[in-house]
């Protein structure tokens, strides 16, 4: 009888517990530990799935929406202001103690078509560029603490790209480099005090020509009092290229200016078959690489943020954007079970806590020195 108990008691639990069961803590517990935000993307059309709202509230401190911030959503027509969605996701993480990141303000792609085809004079597009980032900013004040302000502006070369703030035709900067950038984060910080300013980009995690040329924007905007916060780097990678080389002497510089640097929409594609589904070696080569990056930045006090585009592999843009050759590259799998990279990725946390039972304190301080700018 007793034995029988016991086992139903189990068998109880562990559908209790669900796929979590026998872990000893979770992302989120495991990062708080350092001091660490850990975050995801997110789309709040999901957030009445209960399996979606449940595992994102246990294994996250932070979210940044996938989409619902960009210029597409939040102003659809000239000047007509859209804030549902992006209110959606400040509800849940005001509902589940988690910040959010907020992204973007600006980008030269993925804008609306109205915006892209209007034909509009550089006067009137700096008139539009300063209207759109002090509306959002201003509606998300003390509600999202950081901002993804300029995102993807840079080559891989470290030049500017052609866009239409930029030179295309550009709000009236166009042979001033990064002018229109420096003017961005003016404007957002006239209408957020507050939010910690970021600026966003891929591929620029190690030491070449692009992050060359975003360290350098970094400390000319520190040396003319532009007010910028951090560096986001996204690390999107994949499972058949090495690492960047570098990325922790790349962090550790940007450190010294004085900003922080969070690691913003981390995701390792694989190869999938046609289910979706990658194989075991696979899944433990994207293992070491999670881990590599979670450790150097868990290690690092600069490094204030640990985020991964999503969470679940149900939901990842990348099958779509590679026809179906890639994939399985978060943290769970489509059925929200932890896959060999969740657990490296706590382990790296703890590891970091290990060899420096000061780094919660340090990231602190760290975050203290930026904030007080
Ligand atoms: O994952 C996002 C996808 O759903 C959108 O269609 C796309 C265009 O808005 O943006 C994707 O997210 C990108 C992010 O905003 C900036 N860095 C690269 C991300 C992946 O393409």
Partial sequence: MKIKWHLSALVILSILAGSMAGRAETLRQAAERIGLLVGTAVNPALFSNPEYARTLA???????PENVMKWRVTEPAKGK??????DQVVAFAGAHGMKVRGHNLLWGKFNPEWLTRGQFTPREL????????????????????AWDVVNEAFDSDGRLSHSIWLDRPGIGLARQGTAYIAQAFRWAHQADPHALLFYNDYAAEGIDAKSNAIYAMVKKFKQEGIPIDGVGLQLHVV????????????????????VEVQ????DVALPIDSNGTASASELSRQAKIYAKVA???????????????GFTDRYSWLPAYTMGKKGAALLLNADYRPKPAYDAVIDAFRQALQRDRQIKERRIRFEQSVSER
Wanted: aromatic share 10%; with cysteine; hydrophobic share 40%.
């Fill in 58 to 64: 246990r294994e996250f401190n932070m979210v940044e």
């Fill in 81 to 86: 202001f859209n804030f549902g969605p992006g």
């Fill in 126 to 145: 700096r008139q539009m560029m300063k209207q759109h980032i002090q509306t959002v900013a201003r509606h998300y004040r003390g509600e999202v603490f």
């Fill in 239 to 258: 499972s058949s290229r090495a690492l960047p080389r570098g990325m922790a002497a790349n962090i550790r510089r940007l450190a010294k200016l004085g």
């Fill in 263 to 266: 690691i913003t929409e981390m």
């Fill in 295 to 309: 450790r150097t930045c868990a290690a690092i006090p600069a490094c204030t943020a640990f985020q991964t585009w």
